[in-house]
């Protein structure tokens, strides 16, 4: 096999730069938490594959649930010829949703196209165009979702036009000032400067932002947002892409809402690492849409269906929700251990497993200090942990690890991030 300094080299060769790539690593193989790169070198993985593996890497259960799968079909197309796991896991799904309301679920394959048919479908059933989206959100980088995105570098940068009916209110985040009424009042304005409420369809709303920064929705703005809602009739769709599957301590990050969303987005963990995403909501809503307005060629895959279904299983066998509550928990005494020694860490915070740490110059949380952050991410790499960061701007890192993470190994990867702020600010 080649060393990761010659791929990288092809890999500059052969691809558009527009493909990032946080670590100059190339992976050999991967177990639970840890990851081996084609020089041998061990690394645990604190980014789970941008929140895609809180099963862990190659879970047996999984893996053998999609072996048995492609040895029977792996290919039919649900809207051609159907199979049970796909209706099994909406029924799980549904059952799994927010709400008293009956549910109906769509699978599709990434966060995407999840974002993309949730508003489709609030379209389809509220007969609006409007989409109310937040700023510092992250819907992923199709034509309509990189417009509800609410970060212009890297995501926009020259890609447009964008579709119209698409405006961004203020994400409430009292940590730096934007307390839940700004927010809200933020909405309003919209309906007084840019569309009128009976024009919107719905708002889209990470309950934690992810690549925003990790930061949660308090409750009372969304109790706040969901009076708005009901007052114009307008659709709430909570994107879970990123907090959904057990991350923040429940299936659902919005279980923990006062109130449901009529409509959620989820993928990335869904999936245990085969691709799938999938929309769930109120049937009346969900039902809005034609027959053959909705699908897609991969849709709903048989293996991914089958990965999903296994996902589920690890849940309830390897009690994975309360582990995210308990990893959590960990984590973030672990960091806040780290932060009494370096006043530079400026905030650290989380919901279940969904956890993060904030960089500011000097100790001033007004202040985001990304070079920092960038040099304890690279320190982290050289002493073989695999860290992600997020924020608008840049100085937040966070931690996605596998929810199956043993406590050891999660100490190990604290005690690197120990060693790596104490590096990076020497
Ligand atoms: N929504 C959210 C909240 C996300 O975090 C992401 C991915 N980071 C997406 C949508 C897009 O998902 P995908 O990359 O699978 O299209």
């Known amino acids: 096999a080649q060393d990761n300094a010659t791929l ?86 549904n059952a799994l949703a927010p709400g008293q309301a009956p549910k109906k679920t769509l699978f599709l394959t990434t966060g995407a196209e999840a974002v993309e048919n949730a508003v489709k479908v609030a379209r389809a059933y509220t007969k609006r165009p409007g989409i109310i989206a937040f700023g510092g959100g992250f819907h992923g980088r199709t034509n309509l979702t990189m417009a509800l995105t609410g970060k212009v570098a890297p995501y926009k940068i020259g890609f447009g036009p964008f579709p119209g009916d698409i405006y ?66 307008i659709l709430l769709i909570a994107d879970e892409v990123q907090t959904g599957a057990g991350r923040t301590g429940t299936w659902y990050a919005s279980e923990q809402w006062p109130v449901a969303p009529d409509l959620v987005t989820t993928a990335k963990s869904l999936g ?21 307005g909705l699908g897609g060629t ?8 089958a990965a ?7 849940f309830e066998q390897e009690k994975l929700l309360e582990r995210s509550q308990a990893l959590g ?11 009494e020694r ?12 969904m956890v993060a740490f904030e960089l500011g110059k000097g100790g001033d949380i007004h202040s985001p200090d990304a070079e920092t952050t960038r040099r304890i991410v690279a320190e982290a790499t050289t002493r073989g942990l695999i860290l992600l960061s997020c924020g608008t701007y840049g100085n937040v890192i966070r931690i996605l690890v596998p929810l199956t993470v043993s406590d050891a190994v999660a100490d190990e990867g604290l005690t690197i991030i120990a060693d790596s702020v104490a590096a990076a600010l020497a």
């Open 8 to 93: 990288l080299a092809r890999r500059q060769a052969a691809l558009p730069r527009g493909v990032g790539q946080s670590h100059a690593i190339f992976a050999s193989h991967a177990r639970n938490a840890e990851v081996w790169d084609v020089e041998g070198r061990r690394f645990i993985d604190f980014a789970g594959g941008i929140a895609v593996l809180n099963t862990g890497h190659a879970h047996p259960e999984i893996t053998a649930a999609v072996q048995q799968q492609v040895e029977k079909f792996s290919h039919t197309c649900f809207q051609v010829v159907a199979y049970e796991s796909y209706v099994e896991l909406a029924e799980r799904l």
């Open 168 to 233: 961004h209110a203020k994400y409430p985040n009292p940590l730096h000032g934007v307390s839940a009424e700004d927010a809200l009042e933020s909405v309003r304005a919209l309906f007084k400067y840019d569309i009128e409420a009976e024009r919107v369809a719905a708002f889209i709303i990470e309950p934690v932002q992810g690549e925003g920064g990790f930061y949660a929705a308090p409750a009372e703005f969304i109790s706040g947002l969901k009076a708005i809602a009901d007052a114009h009739g």
């Open 272 to 292: 245990g690492g085969y691709p799938i995403s999938a929309v769930t909501g109120r049937a009346e809503v969900m039902d809005a849409p034609a027959p053959g």
């Open 298 to 305: 991969y849709a709903g895959s048989p293996v991914a269906t």
């Open 308 to 314: 999903a279904l296994a996902v589920l299983k690890v």
């Open 329 to 339: 928990e960990r984590l973030q005494a672990g960091l806040r251990r780290i932060a």
């Open 342 to 353: 370096h006043p530079e860490i400026v905030d650290v915070r989380g919901l279940g497993a």
